[in-house]
């Protein structure tokens, strides 16, 4: 795996300190900061929720196919809620497709609910896309069940880069894509730099899994791997042992 790094935190990485002179930062900043005033208007309209994450699935797909994201990220956006008319309802706003429908909502609250429930289809069989791991986090499935590599299909493929997407929309709009472990997010932001999941970061997170990790940094080349098989079996699913040379990872 060449990807990975020969060792992690042997150099001991300062922590970011505040100051006076660093401007404020709010999570409810990044939407006004990442959408695109010059990206084409999107619309999602329909009767219910479900409908609204339909059309906006299907968008996404598109995205996907043809690897443009630009009319998800602009900044004219409109999710649409219609209703059956009743005296209730005052609006003259009607649904282009339906006359007997109504404008109910509008806003960025529909707009985060739709995202929500579309990305909510992953979590009907969380094992087909989640692989659970440490404090009941999880990382991402990389391939289908029974399947090796080379086989994996362009529908499986898609349907990851869409669950990718929404997990990029739901952090733009404040959300949190459970179960996915948030530390996989400081990974790919910096470029999948394993260097960048200090030991300070991972303490604050996962303290118990830093403290193993650092049990087996401090371990040695010729340490006892015993006391780690337990970790490696139930969260690799590999089992370790120890020749004269090199640690092994059968």
């Known amino acids: 795996m060449g990807f990975l790094p020969s060792a992690i935190w042997q150099v001991e990485r300062p922590i970011p300190q505040a100051t006076i002179s660093q401007p404020g930062y709010s999570i409810t900043e990044l939407a006004s900061r990442v959408y695109n005033r010059d990206f084409p208007k999107l619309v999602v309209e329909g009767s219910s929720i479900q409908d609204l994450a339909r059309v906006y699935d299907t968008i996404l797909m598109e995205a996907v196919k043809s690897n443009n994201f630009s009319r998800l990220l602009a900044s004219n956006r409109e999710f649409n809620l219609y209703v059956t008319l009743t005296n209730e309802h005052f609006t003259n706003l009607f649904f282009r497709h339906n006359p007997q429908l109504r404008l109910f909502s509008f806003g960025p609250g529909i707009e985060r609910e739709v995202i929500f429930t579309t990305f909510c289809k992953y979590l009907v ?126």
């Open 125 to 250: 069989e969380p094992s087909e896309w989640f692989l659970p791991l440490f404090d009941n986090a999880a990382s991402l499935q990389t391939s289908a069940r029974f399947l090796l590599s080379r086989m994996i299909t362009r529908n499986r493929l898609s349907e990851v880069k869409k669950l990718g997407a929404l997990c990029a929309l739901l952090l733009i709009n404040g959300q949190c894509p459970e179960p996915f472990n948030p530390l996989i997010f400081k990974y790919i932001i910096n470029d999948c730099d394993l260097q960048s999941l200090h030991e300070h970061l991972v303490g604050d997170w996962y303290p118990e899994l830093q403290q193993t990790i650092r049990q087996w940094i401090d371990m040695g080349e010729t340490g006892d791997v015993v006391p780690f098989r337990n970790h490696f079996a139930s969260f690799h699913n590999q089992s370790v042992s120890l020749d004269p040379f090199n640690y092994l990872l059968l």
